[in-house]
């Protein structure tokens, strides 16, 4: 707070100041103070709302680069992870494996080569078919060490290809066993052209950069390819950090002295690392030009608008002051004096006014009587009900109006005057309360009461009451105006009853769209063939019972069921016998999913699926061999089929506990390559995957 001697000699400087001063003060005040702080505030949130625009830009282009470098390396390892496991590759065979390289190098043009190795890291087979002598041997490699060592996918530090000369990678897949134990591993050589004419067309302003880092920190790929000297090594820049802690967002930070706005993003399937930068004064050029152009405008409209303010108050003062030595005139009794009108503004107008008030005080006291004169006619006339009453609680009604005695059923107020106020209330209570109101508050306004008439019929009213005092203030009496409002509280009652029916209906009308919305809920999960739970209310299940074992870390257990033959058994009987066919499934299933818990769903065509959630893998095999049974049991006659004369099924069971890094798809994926290799081992059996999840471990 201020000092109390300096408010006093602010507080004095101002009373000192003559009107003209003072206006100007004000006037300046009231143009420049805003005019600033609008200026102050606005460039704050332009300044803002631009600095967002630039960071939203370079963090735009670091996630779209850096989802374009994710595919690619999830297109490459895809391609690689299903090729490991096909029996080709996993024979070490090299006139076996031959062919399928091939046929992978030519469908990728960034593939440049594809190499088998040994677990001992000698060369197997080359997809050019070219093998050396003595064979190259990569167990001296990193790439190879690591993935020998942790038995995953890894991928290399970017390298320059001895075959093309431009920069690429190699990605390492182990070759596992029937006993998932690895007998090989596929390198596959990429180069990176594509990705670096990427990035380089992707522009952060005019001296900004995107580069790549791998997993150790080291730039691998750069918008300036002058910067890339044998893998440098940032891993102590600050975005380079947060990419190796898999975190994606922006920063300001400084390096080798300069001050960079970085946008970065966390590739998953690479491991890799992607940030945008830009030189941070660059990047805020523009609102640093945008925020000095706002200022300079601010100050010079400050100065124009204190110079107008300062010539309007100096002409506003001037006839301010005329007003006044006329009014010293009239106050001193000269009745004829007024004032010069030179303008018909809001001064002008003044002026003008007081010169009609002038001449009107020459006649306010007939004007005064006339006054009291309408006012009574008007009280006497209106058709709401007007009373005066003593300021005590059982006194007689002083004055009373026409329309009161009218509206209180007598046939004169001569005949209402001669009665008490209270008498005219339908109960002692409501009298006592107006009265306790208005001896608390002074007024009260449109409060609604019962009215008894003279008759002993009741009416309601609403009534507006005040409490005023004599001069020595030893007196009162209360003013009362009443209004007959009974035909308004009669269509208040029918209206409030409309609206009871009304809510009435709606909430029937509500139950029947919730039944109604219940019942399309249930056709929408329903597959219309087999009345099981359809493909979508299957992907709903699975979603929430994986959300709810990964919460309990209970097991889940999934059975993909396929129908022996299918196409050829439709084919043969007809559509309509396929039809009854995979209904008769469908009773199985359902017969089988025994618990409120379990799920029986066609998943699509001939393919059905069973959820059991809290079920491990013996559960799952002991239930999936009497589906096996039960299918067999019912007899359908299949002569077309190979795997026995009637219709048949094969099943892949897998089973798991969630965990933080899987999703549902993956229980999918292993549950469906384990019903493949029940196929494959000639159908009308199951085959299970182990419960890691893996998709290979059978």
């Known amino acids: 707070m201020l000092p109390a001697t300096l408010v006093n000699k602010v507080s004095n400087l101002w009373l000192g100041l003559n009107l003209r001063a003072k206006l100007s003060v004000c ?6 103070i805003p005019l600033l702080l609008t200026t102050l505030i606005t460039g704050y949130n332009g300044e803002k709302a631009l600095a967002r625009l630039v960071i939203d830009h370079n963090w735009n282009a670091a996630l779209h680069t850096a989802d374009d470098v994710d595919r690619v390396f999830y297109s490459k390892m895809n391609m690689l992870h299903l090729a490991a496991a096909t029996a080709e590759i996993k024979s070490m065979i090299p006139a076996k494996q031959l062919p399928l390289l091939k046929q992978m190098t030519e469908q990728d043009e960034d593939i440049v080569i594809i190499v088998v190795a040994d677990t001992d890291g000698n060369l197997v ?24 060592a942790t038995g995953q996918t890894v991928i290399s530090e970017s390298i320059i290809s001895k075959i093309t000369g431009v920069p690429g990678i190699v990605i390492a897949e182990p070759i596992r066993g029937n006993q998932q134990e690895i007998v090989g591993a596929m390198l596959i050589t990429v180069e990176l052209n594509a990705l670096i004419e990427h990035i380089n067309q992707t522009k952060i302003g005019q001296t900004g950069n995107i580069f790549l880092v791998n997993q150790y920190g080291q730039i691998i790929m750069h918008s300036d390819e002058t910067v890339i000297v044998e893998n440098p090594d940032v891993s102590g820049w600050v975005p380079v950090k947060a990419v190796l802690e898999k975190q994606t967002g922006w920063i300001a930070y400084e390096v080798n002295g300069e001050k960079k706005l970085a946008a970065y993003s966390y590739i998953p399937n690479a491991g890799w690392g992607l940030v945008a930068e830009q030189p941070l004064k660059e990047a805020l050029e523009y609102v640093t030009h945008v925020k000095r152009t706002g200022f300079t405008m601010s100050v010079v409209g400050a100065l124009l608008a204190s110079m107008i303010g300062i010539m309007v108050a100096g002409k506003m003062a001037k006839r301010i002051t005329n007003i006044e030595a006329v009014t010293g005139q009239l106050a001193a009794g000269n009745l004829d004096a007024s004032i010069r009108i030179t303008a018909e503004d809001e001064i002008g107008r003044l002026g003008r006014a007081f010169n009609s008030m002038a001449a009107q005080l020459k006649a306010s006291s007939a004007e005064l009587r006339d006054s009291e004169e309408r006012y009574r006619s008007l009280v006497e006339n209106t058709n709401v009900g007007v009373y005066r009453k003593s300021g005590e609680g059982n006194s007689c009604i002083e004055y009373a109006n ?47 009461i019962v009215l008894r008439k003279k008759d002993g019929t009741c009416l309601w009213g609403s009534v507006t009451a005040a409490k005023h005092f004599d001069e020595k203030r030893d007196l009162y009496w209360i003013d009362s105006i009443v209004e007959d409002i009974t035909e308004r509280k009669m269509a208040e009652e029918s209206l409030r009853q409309a609206h009871a029916e009304l809510e009435r209906k709606v909430q029937e009308r509500t139950q029947e769209l919730q ?56 084919d043969t009987y007809g559509h309509v016998a396929g039809d009854q066919c995979l209904q008769k499934i469908a009773e199985v299933l359902q017969s089988m999913a025994k618990r409120p818990a379990d799920l029986a769903a066609r998943y699509g065509g001939e393919e059905f699926a069973l959820i059991l959630p809290n079920t491990n893998a013996a559960g799952a095999e002991e239930l999936g061999n009497q589906i096996l049974e039960a299918v067999r049991k019912l007899g359908i006659i299949n002569e077309t089929s190979a795997a026995g004369a009637v219709v ?14 899987e999703g549902p798809h993956k229980l999918i994926r292993t549950a469906d390559q384990a019903l493949y290799h029940a196929k494959e081992a000639g159908r009308n059996q199951l085959a299970i995957a182990d419960s890691g999840m893996d998709d290979k471990a059978l």
């Open 402 to 448: 026409p329309a009161l005695a009218r509206m209180l059923g007598y046939s004169s107020v001569e005949d209402l005057l001669k009665t008490c106020a209270e008498v005219h209330f339908f109960d002692a209570e409501g009298f006592a309360q107006l009265a306790k109101a208005v001896e608390q508050q002074g007024t009260v306004k449109d409060q609604e």
């Open 125 to 148: 087979t080359r997809s050019d078919a070219r093998m050396s002598e003595p064979r190259t041997n990569y167990s001296d490699r990193n790439y190879f060490q690591t993935m020998k």
């Open 515 to 570: 039944l109604l919305n219940e019942t399309l809920y249930q056709i929408s999960v329903q597959d219309g063939l087999t009345e099981i739970a359809n493909r979508r209310y299957f992907d709903e299940f699975l979603g929430r019972e994986w959300q709810r074992a990964k919460r309990e870390q209970q097991p889940v257990a999934l059975i993909m069921l396929d129908v022996d033959w299918f196409k050829r058994y439709n």
């Open 27 to 32: 006037l300046v005040g009231m143009t420049v």
């Open 648 to 661: 048949t099924v094969s099943l892949g069971i897998a089973t798991c506990i969630p965990s933080e890094n």
